[in-house]
């Protein structure tokens, strides 16, 4: 795996202020790398923030964030952003990802809503992406999410994102439970929606649990252990493209720490089997 294309390397887990506790008393070996939300971090101090800052010190870490609305009507936060900057600086974050979606409104509405799959909307997301990226002076990620409705639909789902990549010239988050999800419930094939990513533009992977609403309706969740048809998709991301750095999300229902790295290991697993060979894609693609 090739720690020049990707900011990390191995597998990695999302830090929760739940498991500080169980980290003190576990070295979480398996662990390369951490993710964060920066919005639950930024300014926290006391016995977090000397925590957090001493993994950060130890440890490789990734900021995903939860609240930029990058499709979202109001003008982007530049406080925000700038607070970002810093924040990243402070404790050395090696990447930045954000939603392709947005939050806002008026004001935050706490949840993802989708972005309307249209060549406008392209286009103003990819301004808005490339703004970002100017004031962070850094590249970031955008990560396909799941959704439920697709309003004033016009593209598919994967040229819009191809698409916003291209304009923006940046980088994907690849959710592998989104596709899931997002097959089930938008009844396509995920295995023809991952041949057509941009395999170049992947910088790491997420892979998480959900919950099964219907037989024809699954909810993105992160609140269970994932199932095995996600755990076939992620092994064919590593087939298709190579081994890419993955990182476990549990956002609730958290589990203790050692059962959470039961599922680390299988990441590492499935890794291993692929670590060293030609992917599919540098085959046939």
Known sequence: MSRTLYPVYGVGLGLRRTMIDSLADQTAQQVNFWEIAPENWIGVGGRYGKRL??????????????????????????AF?????????EHRICYYSEHLSYCSDDGHLYD??????TEEAV?????????????LERRIAVENV???????KQMEEVDFLKAVLQEADC???????????????????????????????IRYIHVAGHYQEADDLIVDTHGSDVIDPVWRL??????YFGVIPTLLERDFNLPPLVELLQEVDI???????????????????
């Open 267 to 285: 990441i590492h697993s499935l890794q291993s089997k692929y670590l060293g060979q030609p992917s599919d894609y540098l085959q046939h693609g």
């Open 123 to 135: 286009h103003y997301v990819a301004n808005r992406i490339r703004y970002v990226q100017a004031i």
């Open 53 to 78: 800052r001493e993994l950060t010190e130890k440890f490789p870490f990734i900021c995903h964030g939860l609240s930029l609305s990058i499709g979202g009507p109001s003008p982007l936060d530049q």
């Open 81 to 89: 952003l700038h607070r970002l900057k810093r924040f990243f600086n």
């Open 171 to 201: 980088d994907l988050l690849l959710d592998v439970n989104n596709i899931y999800v997002n097959s089930i419930n938008h009844r396509y094939d995920a295995d023809t929606f991952l041949r057509s990513l941009p395999a170049e533009r």
């Open 112 to 117: 993802l809503m989708p972005i309307p799959f």
């Open 234 to 239: 992620l092994e064919k991301v590593y087939q």
């Open 146 to 152: 799941s959704y439920y409705a697709a309003p004033g």
